[in-house]
């Protein structure tokens, strides 16, 4: 009994000293392992419209732009291990600096050989000129990036991406994780989970791309030339778009297009999904051909189209002159055109 006690005590003492210390500590979780933290901060000279690369093997990214002309990059070192002095000794054998290749800054992490239950994270936040190229990657964390204007790659197997106040050419592609993107204005945005959904919200671009395999999209105040979103399972709601040609396909959900108060009066839209209703609210003056089928459901419009045929599960018509085509496709579910 007073063994455990005086161990108690003992490991009371410890942590308190490492507290102390400020830029480190230790913490024991409830698995009987250690962790131990320590943060190190980085800078060197970067001008605008060079590029900034990061990559992690275990931790989290998150960039933001400012006005400077500097790189400032603090990193969170993290090490796990059986026993509080082996996460330590893991930790601080990490090494992170900045390497330069031209107009192009890297961080470059060196990490200790690990074995058994034992790794090591390191976690990134920098701050970068606003007019900024980046490439970024981490094996296993999320990625947020603001401010940014420039060609912008993001990539991690395992985490979220959200990116706001974002400009140029735009790259989100996550295999389990949802991605965000708002503020945008970009010549392409691709945007891209396997297991996640995804949001955009107010972007102008001439082309955005949104693909989930299993997740919803929602696609607010989107201004586009082209505008292509895909679900393998889930929804799909657009809400105050305005593109020249929509493409929106699910194998299983919803689809919901409510098209801008100055959308194109002819665009070109392609909806379609396999289980789930579609509803397509036009623009005011809309002129374009319409086709909509089902095998399984009803059609209702409030449109004044000029039908031909007799509409059961299928309608063709025009509205307008008919300069642009819209077609809604559902195998199981009601359409609504109005």
Sequence with gaps: ???????????????????????????????????????????????????????????????????????????????????????????????????????????????????????TSVSLRAQVPGQTSLMLATDDGAVHIAGITGTITAETPDGSIHAENVNGTVSLKTSDGEVICARAQADQLDLQTNDGRIKLDDITAKSATARTSDGSINADNVRADSLTLRTGDGGIRCNAVAAGRIEAHTSDGSIHIECAADAPKTPTVDATTSDGSVTFVAPPGLSAAIEASTNDGSI??????????????????????????IRLRTENGSITIR
């Design 300 to 325: 209702h419009t409030q449109l004044p189209i000029t039908v031909q045929g007799e509409v059961k599960k299928s309608l063709h018509g025009t509205v307008g002159a008919g300069e642009g085509r």
């Design 1 to 119: 009994m007073k063994n455990g006690l005086h161990k108690r005590i003992a490991l009371a003492a410890l942590l308190s000293s490492l507290l102390l210390a400020g830029s480190s500590c230790i913490y024991i979780t409830n698995d009987a392992t250690a962790r131990y933290e320590r943060r190190e901060s980085l800078s060197a000279p970067l001008e605008a419209r060079s590029t900034f690369s990061a990559r992690t093997r275990d931790g989290s990214i998150d960039v933001e732009g400012i006005d400077t002309t500097e790189c400032k990059v603090e990193a969170t070192i993290e090490g796990h291990a059986r026993t509080a002095e082996q996460a330590k000794e893991l930790a601080e054998r990490v090494e992170v600096k900045l390497e330069r290749a031209g107009d192009r800054l890297e961080v470059v992490i060196n990490r200790p050989p690990t074995s058994g239950n034992a790794y």
